[in-house]
């Protein structure tokens, strides 16, 4: 067992349903009183190849994925090939009686005498369910609520029958395996990933508006909101490129309706002309970037924590913006719902930057709390009248923002260098000041970065640094060190931009030892610690191959 | 209260004595006083070139954005505030060229939109190279040997994808030009008026004489029923010695924003975010 949780594997090809049993076992788990941690490898395409979708479980809240399997549900011959070595002791493995195991001790489930080849993934729910010790109902209405039918349609009745064969074979096995006991009254809880957090969270903020063009890993932020856009009253539109999306979403923003986009790297690439435009009329934006590994199409649904300084350089001039980091998800919600504000209160581009890891990784949380949230409200400050300027120069740069056609004044947004009233001007003196001005936001801004967070004793022998989704892994592997009696901290950045050293500077000289772990290949946040706060790390520790980190991987990195 | 012409205001511009825009500019203002819509009434959205400069030559509300995007922030707005008149004021190399598909995409979506194309078959702002719709054998610096691609046709294009309203207009004839914009701002989904726009410095080719030969008027001895629109895409192809004037086509496919039951209750801003519901939405993933 690793750490006094559970970690199981489906493995198989993408069309086996590998991902439906998957969600409906973590939901289950989840009802039954467990903290879960999904992390979801797949491939590149929608049929064949080779996927996985790994539950990690506990009583306990996890903070990180980890290697090491206790329980492998094997869908396909080429899951036993690459994952029999990840086994830990007592592991156990499912896999259809007509796959070849070799050495590896598996059960073998006769999946074609228990159901219709139709039902194959039903039967591996069903048989995981058993040996796991979960309800069958629970797990049975899981599955229906997933697939979205009722009790007494055939389907349904099909996988009840299934799931039912599956665990009475199950009932006959001799197996060991001994999963922790659950939580005795679990909250009522969510299951929810990176991906839908984000979205939940710019909705709290009061977004009305998302415009998209699909892009591997940040689609479903785009279609949880689409999925509540009726009730939560907000206008959708998939744009004919990303161009069109970011420009669609500054019209409407500048129109009053706060405004987000999401993408990947290369949808980034096609909108920074776009996040330029922001800076220069400011108009309140969020964008949602998720990243995966580059240089252009990359690996499409892999992790990777490539493209900070590609978020915070991108777009031609100098403007303020803000870059939010979060490291888990219940810090995407958030980070959602913080953009919005952000953005509307400094009239400037906000980034929510996290990767296809944390987009995906699902966890389960306790319903987030509303008190004390409000929704952004757009337009506002200065007093109103005849001789309203857009671009008043004020002290902190904010200029009053009205919204077309909502009074008598006129609003007047430009690209090119402006006067305060809007219009363009070569007045070199007055580019100056605009300038300025604009540049200004950043005091404001910088006054409001969220503080990185440490962990563990004040001046450790070794300070592990993270930012973003990294925080999870570098947390576990700082904790099993401490459990060995070594000095270790933590710092996790949720917040990499604007960077503050006065919030961290001190602390990061008092360590023996500064070590930054990101996901990536050149260090971009330990260049970024060393130009902005004159830290220099002593080690760097990179993962690219597009997988993400685990404390397994940075141990190893650190004994090395 | 009426609306008034001097309610637009008198601005300097930068544009070149003689240039088409002025007249141009001169057809809007009138047919948005003739509309009785007030200046904080419309939005002006625009890209970059001579012609997207409109909006700040004019009383109103103006987003100036990038080249070749002026329909997707348009859109946006649009889509943000349904009781905003929103207007395109750009160019053909902002329209056609830099913003090519954006000008397919909003010919499907038809969101309730104006979008009056300032066509002079050059880009002007950069001094003079070809634009998606110069005419082949057109010599410029950056074409010195001719244009040799096959020009761009936005109103066949249009007219092929079944937009509610597409005319053509001629600057040189400002009183009808203003007649088709006041049309086209009455239709509720996207209108297009490409308007032949004369280009004093740059386009020699297609000079104010050029087009005075060969523009006729519709609807003049020359009848034309909008709604047929075989024979709209028959006129959308003449442009030759002789080119048609007014509105070529019309249908009412509803626009695109009538699909929104938000947008119904007004403006996106002025709409409270329910936590009652948002209470209910996170509860769904329990
Ligand atoms: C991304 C980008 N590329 C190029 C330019 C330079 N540019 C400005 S206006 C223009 C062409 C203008 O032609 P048109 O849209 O026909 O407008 P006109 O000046 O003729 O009215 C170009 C290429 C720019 N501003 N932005
Ligand atoms: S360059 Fe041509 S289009 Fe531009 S203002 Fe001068 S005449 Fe008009
Ligand atoms: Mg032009």
């Known amino acids: 067992m690793s750490q006094g949780s559970m970690n199981l594997m489906i493995g198989g090809e993408a069309g086996q349903g590998l991902v439906t049993i998957g969600q409906v076992l973590a939901k289950a788990l989840v009802k039954s009183g467990y903290h879960i941690l999904v992390t979801q490898d797949y491939m590149s395409r929608v049929r064949g190849g080779h996927n996985t979708f790994t539950i990690r479980f506990s009583p306990q809240d996890l903070d990180s994925p980890c290697e090491g399997l206790d329980l492998l549900v094997a869908l396909n011959q080429e899951t036993l090939a690459r994952h029999a070595k990840e086994l830990n002791a007592g592991a156990v493995v499912l896999a259809d009686t007509g796959l070849s195991c070799g050495q590896t001790p598996c059960l073998n489930v006769p999946y074609e005498d228990l159901a219709d080849k139709r039902y194959l993934n039903t039967v591996a729910l069903g048989v995981a369910a058993s040996l796991l010790k979960l309800d069958l109902e629970l797990v049975a209405q899981t599955l229906e609520t997933a697939i979205g039918k009722k009790k007494g349609d055939k389907v349904v009745e099909e996988n009840r029958q299934a799931l039912e064969k599956a665990s009475q074979w199950a009932a006959g096995q001799e197996h060991g395996l001994k999963p922790p006991a659950p939580e005795k009254e679990p909250d009522k809880r969510m299951m929810l990933g990176g991906n839908q957090a984000i979205a939940l969270g710019a909705l709290a903020g009061g977004l009305k508006f998302v415009a998209f063009y699909p892009m591997t890993p940040s689609t479903a932020i785009a279609l949880t909101v689409i999925a509540h856009a009726e009730q939560m009253g907000v206008v959708y539109e998939q744009a004919e490129d990303e161009i069109a999306a970011v420009n669609m979403a500054l019209g409407a923003s500048y129109a009053g309706a706060p405004a987000l986009v999401c993408t990947s790297g290369g949808g980034y690439a096609l909108m920074t002309e776009g996040v330029s435009l922001a800076g220069m009329t400011e108009t309140p934006l969020v964008i949602a970037l998720a990243m995966r590994p580059g240089p252009a199409t990359g690996l499409p649904t892999r992790t990777e924590q490539g493209d900070l300084l590609f978020a915070l350089h991108g777009g031609h001039g100098e403007f303020p913006r803000a870059i939010l980091t979060p490291g888990s998800v219940k810090q995407c919600f958030a980070a959602g719902y913080r953009a919005l504000h952000l953005a509307e209160k400094y009239q400037t581009p906000v980034f929510i930057l996290t990767d296809q890891f944390l987009a995906d990784s699902l966890r389960a949380l306790t319903p987030f709390d509303l008190s004390g949230l409000t929704p952004v409200r757009p337009g506002g400050g200065g007093a109103s009248g005849g001789d309203y300027r857009r671009y008043a120069i004020t002290g902190d740069g904010i200029s009053p923002r009205r919204l077309p056609g909502m009074g008598p004044e006129l609003v007047i947004a430009d690209?090119?260098?402006?006067?305060?009233?809007?219009?363009?001007?070569?007045?070199?003196?007055?580019?100056?000041?605009?300038?300025?001005?604009?540049?200004?936001?950043?005091?404001?801004?910088?006054?409001?970065?969220?503080?990185?967070?440490?962990?563990?004793?004040?001046?450790?022998?070794?300070?592990?640094?993270?930012?973003?989704?990294?925080?999870?892994?570098?947390?576990?592997?700082?904790r099993r060190l401490g459990e060995e009696g070594q000095s270790v901290a933590t710092c996790h950045f949720s917040q990499v931009w604007p960077l503050v050293p006065d919030q961290f500077a001190e602390r990061f000289k008092k360590a023996g030892q500064v070590v930054v772990i990101e996901g990536n290949a050149t260090g971009q946040f330990a260049g970024l610690l060393r130009k902005e706060a004159g830290i220099q790390a002593q080690r760097f520790i990179g993962r690219y191959d597009g997988l993400n980190l685990t404390p397994e991987y940075i141990l190893r990195q650190l004994a090395s | 209260m009426m609306v008034d012409i001097k309610d637009y205001g008198d601005f300097e511009t930068a544009w070149c004595p003689g240039c088409g825009n002025f007249s141009i500019r001169k057809a809007l203002i009138q047919a948005l006083a003739e509309s009785d819509l007030a200046p904080h009434q419309i939005l002006l959205v625009s890209g970059i070139g001579q012609a997207a400069k409109t909006p700040h030559y004019l009383r109103c509300n103006c987003f100036n954005g990038l080249h070749g995007r002026s329909l997707p922030a348009a859109t946006g707005a649009k889509l943000a505030n349904p009781e905003l008149k929103v207007i395109t004021t750009s160019g053909d190399g902002c329209n056609y060229g830099e913003g090519g598909n954006h000008f397919l995409a909003a010919l499907r979506r038809n969101v309730n939109l104006t979008m009056l194309a300032h066509d002079n078959q050059i880009y002007g702002l950069t001094k003079g190279q070809a634009s998606p719709t110069s005419m082949e054998g057109m010599h410029t610096k950056a074409q010195p040997t001719g244009v040799h691609s096959y020009p761009?046709?936005?109103?066949?294009?249009?007219?092929?994808?079944?937009?509610?309203?597409?005319?053509?207009?001629?600057?040189?004839?400002?009183?009808?030009?203003?007649?088709?914009?006041?049309?086209?701002?009455?239709?509720?989904?996207?209108?297009?008026?490409?308007?032949?726009?004369?280009?004093?410095?740059?386009?020699?080719?297609?000079?104010?004489?050029?087009?005075?030969?060969?523009?006729?008027?519709?609807?003049?001895?020359?009848?034309?029923?909008?709604?047929?629109?075989?024979?709209?895409?028959?006129?959308?192809?003449?442009?030759?010695?002789r080119i048609p004037i007014g509105v070529i086509y019309t249908n009412d496919r509803p626009a695109f924003d009538s699909y929104f039951p938000v947008l119904n209750k007004g403006p996106l801003a002025t709409q409270e975010v329910d936590y009652g519901v948002m209470e209910k939405v996170l509860e769904s993933y329990c």
Request: aromatic content about 8%; glycine content about 8%.
């Open chain 2, 152 to 241: 761009f046709n936005p109103v066949a294009v249009a007219v092929s994808m079944h937009v509610g309203f597409v005319a053509r207009g001629f600057a040189g004839e400002v009183e009808h030009l203003a007649g088709l914009i006041k049309q086209a701002l009455a239709h509720p989904g996207l209108s297009l008026v490409d308007i032949l726009q004369p280009c004093v410095s740059f386009n020699k080719l297609n000079t104010f004489q050029w087009y005075k030969e060969r523009v006729y008027k519709l609807g003049e001895g020359a009848e034309h029923d909008p709604a047929d629109w075989d024979a709209a895409i028959r006129l959308s192809y003449e442009f030759g010695d």
């Open chain 1, 415 to 478: 690209s090119d260098e402006h006067d305060q009233e809007g219009h363009i001007t070569e007045d070199l003196e007055l580019r100056v000041r605009m300038n300025d001005k604009r540049l200004a936001k950043q005091k404001g801004l910088r006054a409001e970065v969220e503080p990185p967070v440490f962990v563990g004793p004040e001046a450790a022998d070794t300070l592990l640094v993270s930012w973003g989704s990294s925080q999870g892994p570098v947390a576990e592997a700082a």
